[in-house]
């Protein structure tokens, strides 16, 4: 907000309300409690001020709680290694003071790359709750605005959070390619926002090297890295995140199915060979939850319900025939725009 003239406070206001307002003192407050960059609320009818905000936070960057663990998330061991060896290492205490004390420089800015489904948000819940750190998160089209300057006061407020964060922080956004496209020679009014939201993000990372920021560890995720641009890219440590295998399908099944009671005799790595090749962890769980509610409709009394085998293969042929858990065609990147506001 602005200073106050003598007669009114001026405010600056954002989002749909956007623009600059002179508005009386409101009951309860006094003139010094309004100084240059002092936040308040604005009354969307009224335009008064209701309330003072605390500075730099906003209920839209909190920190998650998670009880998610690496037990959750199955056939990924390689990812989780990679992970645990790199990030887990600066969130450890004793660990990041043997670091800084052999002046190593280790990868503040993580990217992780992989097709939906496959686990990337899975992970870094679990990540963060191994190492009690904290875990700012948000997708990508959450930051795309149509007002100039606004994605990009949004990235500097979740890393301000992040960064007053008595605990180590994770800031995770997800599909980052959202705001992070390949700059183009001519964009119109929509593009440039996106490209000033990403500058802001580049200066972010950047600012991770910091001292002050060494709390601070960024992690992105992405299904479309080949849109996305070389600035970004080139200030990350890339990590694939890849379609299971048929082992890790199995490992999946048994992280998705121990808490079902299952009939003797189901083979999960049987199931697990039935999934095609480009099925993803999501893809087994909604197989696990379609399975679970078929026991159901077959058995008359509910709590006798055991999970068989048919129950499983019903569920994965709905699966292939596109009732189940598929993207479908309406979703798919040819019929929607390439570029929000572009």
Known sequence: MCAFDGHRIWVEASGNMKGRYGVEIPAGFEVDDFQPGTEVALDPNSFKVTDILDRGKDAEFDSTETDVTFQDVGGLNDVISSLKSNVGAQLDDSKREKIEDWGMDMDKSILLIGKPGTGKTHMVKALSNEYDAEIFMINGPQLVEKFIGEGAKKVKRLYEQARDSEKP????????????????????????EVERTMSQLLSELDGLDNENDSNVISILATNKPDVMDPALLNRCNAIEVPVPSNEAKEEIFQVHTRSLDLEDGVDLGILAAEMEDDYTGRDIKQVVRQAAVNSLERTDDASEAEVQTEDFMTAIQELREGNLGMEKDFLSEEQTPRE???
Not at 170 to 186: G, H, N, P, S
């Open 169 to 192: 922080a994770i800031v995770f956004i997800d599909e980052v390619d959202a705001v992070a496209k390949k700059r183009l020679d001519e964009r119109r009014h929509g593009g440039e």
């Open 340 to 342: 929000m506001f572009a």
